[in-house]
C-alpha cells in the first residue's frame, strides 16, 4: 500500500493569466514532431477566469502558421519524480483538435538526450477521430510510435467528451498506472516479461515536467473544420501527491 500527500497545485482560484510562479510556456511553430499547424503563444490564447485554466486554439494566421493554441509546462516551476499526478478537464469536440496531458524529462528540455530517448509519459491524448476514446501511452528509445512498438491504451468510453473528468497517473519505480475519475484501467510494469529493463525501455527514473496543450491537426490530429472553431480545453485543477516514505 502506497501513501500519497498532496505536495503541489493549482486549482485556478485567480483571475488572469496562469501563475507565473508554476507555470511556463512553450511557444513557437516547430512542427513540434507531428506535422502539427499551430503556433503556440505566450498568455494570447490561455485564461484564468471562473476556477478554470482554459485553453484555446483558434483560426487566426500568424507567421507561416493557420492557426494559434497553447501549450502550458512546469519546466522550472515545477519538476516532478514519482507520485500521483490528478488533471480535471474537459476534452474539446472540434474536429482536428488535439488536447493532450503528459510528461518530457528535464534532460530533454535542457538539450541533455534526444526524443525517443529521453522517455515520454502521455496520460491523457484525444482526438476527434476516435471521439469517445482517450489514450495513455508510455515512449521510450526501445518502444515509440515512431517504430509502432509504444506501450499504449485506448480506454473507450461513450460520452467521454460531455463531461470533465479526472485523469490520473501513479508513478513508482516499479510501474506506471493510469485512472480515470479515480478508478485505475492500465498499469505498465517496469519489469513485465517481454520488455527491456534498461534505460532503453524504461527510462522513468528521472524529473519530469508537465505539458498540458491543444495541438491543431498534425499527422494524429487529422482534419480541422475551421467552422467549429475556437475551440476550448477547460483544465479545473492540477494536482501532485508524493509519495510517503514509510
Not at 507567421?63 to 499526478?85: A, N, W
Not at 488533471?87 to 482536428?96: C, D, E, F, S, T
Amino acid at each position: 500500500m502506497i501513501d500519497y500527500v498532496l505536495e503541489w497545485q493549482d486549482v485556478f482560484d485567480y483571475e488572469g493569466l496562469p501563475d507565473p510562479k508554476k507555470w511556463s510556456y512553450d511557444v513557437g511553430a516547430h512542427r513540434w514532431g507531428n506535422g502539427e499547424t499551430q503556433y503556440y503563444t505566450e498568455g494570447a490564447n490561455v485564461v484564468v477566469q471562473g476556477g478554470l485554466m482554459t485553453l484555446v486554439g483558434k483560426i487566426e494566421p500568424y507567421l507561416d502558421s493557420p492557426y494559434t493554441s497553447c501549450r502550458m509546462t512546469t519546466y522550472e516551476k515545477k519538476h516532478f519524480q514519482y507520485g500521483r499526478i490528478e488533471v480535471r478537464a474537459k476534452v474539446p469536440q472540434n474536429a482536428g483538435s488535439w488536447p493532450a496531458i503528459w510528461m518530457l524529462p528535464v534532460d530533454f528540455k535542457e538539450r541533455k538526450t534526444s526524443w525517443p530517448k529521453c522517455g515520454e509519459i502521455d496520460i491523457m491524448e484525444h482526438v476527434t477521430h476516435l471521439m469517445d476514446t482517450h489514450h495513455v501511452s508510455l515512449h521510450t528509445e526501445l518502444y515509440n510510435h515512431g517504430i509502432k512498438t509504444q506501450r499504449t491504451y485506448l480506454e473507450k468510453r461513450p460520452g467521454f467528451t460531455k463531461e470533465f473528468h479526472t485523469f490520473g497517473m501513479d508513478w513508482t519505480k516499479d510501474y506506471i498506472e493510469f485512472f480515470l475519475d479515480g478508478v485505475a484501467y492500465k498499469r505498465f510494469y517496469r519489469n513485465e516479461p517481454g520488455f527491456e529493463t534498461s534505460e532503453r525501455g524504461w527510462p522513468f527514473d528521472k524529473p519530469y515536467y508537465l505539458i498540458i496543450n491543444i495541438a491543431i491537426g498534425g499527422t494524429w490530429g487529422g482534419h480541422v473544420k475551421e467552422s467549429e472553431y475556437p475551440c476550448y480545453f477547460p483544465i479545473e485543477f492540477v494536482k501532485y501527491y508524493s509519495i510517503i516514505e514509510s
